[in-house]
């Protein structure tokens, strides 16, 4: 199996490559923009580096991880496309050419172009969303199938900005698409790094009835929890908090109050990483199987146009209904 990693930078070196280069059948390709990485990875996980990446899809790779920032991510998929991959793996969010905490209406149209353009042509996507990997999730999305917990109620949701798009693929992923939403931004805005934006806030009603509240902020303070989530089921209520944190399982039938969690010498930062192996691993593995991806292309669109809504929203002081003003790609994907 033929690897092709476009973006060699810490992100690719810090979570992907330990896990690709441990793979028995993967040969990994490279092309960067600063080709100095490039072969800084190659002489430390092994590979080749190409010089470009038309060299790079000359030789055929089984599958390209695009894992370039997402500032220069749409300009990297649309050369892509040229070259007729048939496989991408993806970083989130797919395009943001402002940061993650910006993501407009024009990244939401570009992203489904690309990819309606992508999917004609054969092209099978996937995306990393490994949030949805961390065990607690794992070990939420089990408890609500074996214990029957119903259908969605209601979803509360409060995250960093560093955790945004996760946290909604996760309220997606739990509850489903979201039907329509009304959205404010508060006055004063945060800084975080080189990222400020406002405080964000959603009201939200899925497609399926549940519904929910989000609220988006730099200012959750990094060494405390990044994000927390709760979702209420007619059987129960879970609560899920950070990427280490204990998963909190209200059972309504047991009347039963329980807490799941970790051994406390597993930091956010091993979970973080282990996320990304058992994200990576998950994938691979469908396409050695020629099975679809576990989080498919689309489940970043839906993403992406949740953003796109949230926006409008908040500028215009109404309510949007997703499916009627942000249509999503008719050709190819797969429903997340």
Request: glycine content about 8%; some cysteine; hydrophobic content about 40%.
């Amino acid at each position: 199996m033929r690897v092709a990693v476009v973006g060699t930078g810490s992100v690719a070196q810090g979570c992907y490559l330990p896990c690709l280069s441990q793979q028995d059948d993967v040969e990994l390709l490279y092309f960067s923009r600063t080709r100095a990485r490039a072969e800084a990875c190659a002489g430390q996980f092994g590979g080749v580096v190409c010089g470009s990446l038309a060299e790079l899809m000359a030789r055929d790779p089984t599958v390209v991880f695009v894992l370039t920032n997402e500032t220069t991510r749409a300009d990297v998929l649309a050369e892509l496309a040229s070259h007729g991959p048939a496989r991408l793996f993806l970083e989130k969010p797919l395009v943001a050419r402002l940061g993650q905490d910006n993501v407009s209406e024009a990244d939401f149209e570009t992203a489904a172009q690309v990819m309606q353009r992508l999917h004609a042509g054969g092209c099978q996507t996937a995306m990393i969303f490994n949030y949805r990997f961390f065990d607690q999730v794992l070990a939420a999305r089990h408890l609500v199938s074996e214990r029957g917990f119903g259908a969605p109620v209601n979803a509360t949701a409060m995250v960093n900005y560093a955790c945004w798009s996760h946290c909604i693929d996760l309220l997606h992923f739990f509850f489903g698409p979201v039907d329509t939403l009304l959205a404010s931004e508060g006055q004063q805005r945060h800084r975080h790094g080189a990222s400020e934006a406002p405080d964000r806030t959603a009201c939200l009603q899925f497609a399926n009835g549940a519904s929910g509240t989000l609220l988006g902020s730099w200012a959750l303070a990094f060494e405390f929890p990044l994000f927390e989530l709760v979702l209420n089921y007619t059987g129960g209520r879970l609560h899920l908090r950070c990427l280490d944190g204990d998963l909190e399982i209200l059972d309504y039938q047991t009347h039963r109050h329980e807490t799941w969690g970790m051994t406390r010498n597993t930091s956010r930062w091993d979970q973080y990483r282990a996320s990304f192996a058992k994200s990576i691993g998950a994938y691979l593995d469908t396409v050695r199987q020629g099975e679809p991806p576990p989080v498919p292309g689309s489940a970043g669109l839906e993403e992406l146009r949740f953003e796109a809504a949230l926006g409008r929203s908040a500028a215009q002081s109404r309510p949007v209904r997703l499916a009627a003003e942000f249509a999503l790609p008719t050709t190819g994907g797969t429903t997340p």
